[in-house]
C-alpha cells in the first residue's frame, strides 16, 4: 500500500537528487518582494513543498501513472490481432445484412 510517509520519502529521494543535478536552482541573491514576471513565479513556487504536504499533489502522479497502465493494457487488447479480425467479422456481418435487407 502507498502511504503518506512512503510518498514524502520517495519525493524527498527525487528533490535532492533534482538539487545535486541542477535541475532545480537553489535560492540565490535575493527574492523579489512580488515576482511581477511569470518566470519569477515560477521560480519561486515551492512545488515540493506541496507535493510533500498535500494529499492532492501527492497521489495524483501515483493515479496517472497507475491509469497510464490501465490504459495501455485496455489498448493492447482492443488492438489485438484477434479482437481486429473479429471486429472485421462483425462488421462484414452487419454489412451483408443491412445489404441484403434493402
Same mark, same amino acid.
Given at each position: 500500500?502507498?502511504?503518506? #510517509?512512503?510518498?514524502?520519502?520517495?519525493?524527498?529521494?527525487?528533490?535532492?537528487?533534482?538539487?545535486?543535478?541542477?535541475?532545480? +536552482?537553489?535560492?540565490?541573491?535575493?527574492?523579489?518582494?512580488?515576482?511581477? =514576471?511569470? #518566470?519569477? !513565479?515560477?521560480?519561486?513556487?515551492?512545488?515540493?513543498?506541496?507535493?510533500?504536504?498535500?494529499?492532492?499533489?501527492?497521489?495524483?502522479?501515483?493515479? /496517472?501513472?497507475?491509469?497510464?497502465?490501465?490504459?495501455?493494457?485496455?489498448? +493492447?487488447? /482492443?488492438? #489485438?490481432? /484477434?479482437?481486429? !479480425? #473479429?471486429?472485421?467479422? =462483425?462488421?462484414?456481418?452487419?454489412?451483408? !445484412?443491412?445489404?441484403?435487407?434493402?
Amino acid at each position: 500500500m502507498v502511504t503518506p #510517509s512512503l510518498l514524502r520519502n520517495l519525493y524527498g529521494q527525487i528533490e535532492k537528487v533534482w538539487r545535486d543535478n541542477g535541475f532545480i +536552482a537553489g535560492k540565490s541573491g535575493r527574492h523579489m518582494k512580488f515576482p511581477y =514576471t511569470l #518566470s519569477a !513565479k515560477i521560480a519561486q513556487f515551492p512545488v515540493f513543498f506541496y507535493i510533500k504536504n498535500n494529499w492532492i499533489w501527492m497521489y495524483w502522479p501515483v493515479g /496517472a501513472s497507475v491509469s497510464l497502465y490501465v490504459f495501455a493494457k485496455i489498448h +493492447a487488447l /482492443a488492438n #489485438s490481432e /484477434a479482437n481486429v !479480425k #473479429s471486429w472485421q467479422q =462483425t462488421q462484414l456481418k452487419n454489412a451483408e !445484412k443491412e445489404a441484403h435487407g434493402h
